[in-house]
């Protein structure tokens, strides 16, 4: 587990793909757990570990979470995220290169529950959820393009189902249209950086995280 920034009363963990954030009915073992264990071990808290889950990410997405570990936190946290006051910055490997190097995508989305799957359109049908983001190219090769992304909503799988719609499937998304897998069974989209107002300090909070180190992450990155 890799600890981007942690103090009295938040932390934040640089998750892998393939990562669940919180239990589901795989059993596997969350995030939230493995980071309740290094604070009962770091700190030696007896009993219970206080952790309060603000957000997630998909398990094939990796990147930044934030977590609060006071109940003072997580209810503060709660309300910026409520209000759009917690900026987060997403990059995508995509297929295809968007005709416009950078725009505004706008569609209503339907989720499927049964397959765990969104679709876009590009008007309001019956059960539709306004979805709405921004991109801009920041890298290029010849067989990819690397995007970086604003979520003005957040709707389900919303980025993977908005960039599929756009004809750019994000690399090893099987389920939204990619041709083939990632060796690690991930896909090429991590939250990269989170920006908001610490909810006790109140001071400003700019955290990055790393660049993952394969080839293709390293050949688009613009650090």
Known sequence: MEVVYEDNHI??????????????????????????DYIKVKYHKPGNVFLGVVHRLDRPVSGLVLFARTSKALTRLNDLFRTGDIHKTYWAIVKNTPVQPEGTLENWIVRNEKQNKSYAHDHDVPGAKRALLSYRIIGKTDRYTLLEIHLMTG???????QLAHMGCPIRGDLKYGAPRSNPDGGISLMAKQIDFVHPVTKERIAIKAPTPSDALWRALAPE
């Open 11 to 36: 932390i934040i963990v640089n998750k892998r793909s393939g990562e669940i954030v919180q239990g589901d009915k795989t059993g596997d073992k969350p995030l939230a757990e493995t980071v309740k």
């Open 155 to 161: 709707r389900h799988h919303q980025i993977r189902c």
